[in-house]
């Protein structure tokens, strides 16, 4: 059983998360997403549009989404993939080398990112229809 763990805010989630997470869930046989709490989103510059109950809601809908837990810290990376007993780290790789430090203890891997889609450009074309 390998186990696979990515951390995200996934807001108004769309193909390129999804996409993003049918990659992951790929790369072995059980997949967690550490969902960025509004709190750490606060700590990342962002605000999301959903809620984290939305949008644990909308991920634990996915076929291959196993686990949902919460991100609340920029360092609980390394405590998660010991407590989970996780083989494999995956970001997009907008997030490219960011996280190899982990490499001691997991494989990291960084897959394409999606181009052409962002919740910012999602909310962005919402704020221009609704004007
Ligand atoms: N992603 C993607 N293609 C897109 C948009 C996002 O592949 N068009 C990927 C990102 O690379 C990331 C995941 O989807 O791996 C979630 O993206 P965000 O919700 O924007 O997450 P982010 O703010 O990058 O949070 O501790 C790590 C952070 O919590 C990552």
């Not at 696979?4 to 790929?26: E, N, P, S």
């Not at 509004?38 to 939305?54: I, Q, V, Y």
């Amino acid at each position: 059983m390998k186990r696979v763990l990515t951390y995200g805010t996934y807001d108004t989630l769309h193909y390129g998360h999804i996409r993003l997470l049918q990659r992951a869930r790929a790369l072995g046989d059980y997949l967690i997403v550490a969902l960025s709490t509004d709190e750490f989103n606060a700590l990342k510059g962002k605000k999301a549009f959903h809620t984290w109950e939305e949008r644990k809601a909308h991920l634990e809908a996915l076929r291959f989404v196993d686990l949902v837990i919460a991100e609340n810290t920029w360092e609980q990376k390394r405590d998660d993939i010991r407590l989970y007993h996780v083989d494999i780290f995956t970001m997009g790789s907008d997030w490219e080398g960011k996280f190899d430090e982990l490499s001691d203890i997991c494989e990291v891997m960084y897959l394409p990112r999606t181009e052409g889609i962002s919740s910012t450009m999602i909310r962005n074309t919402l704020d221009n229809a609704a004007s």
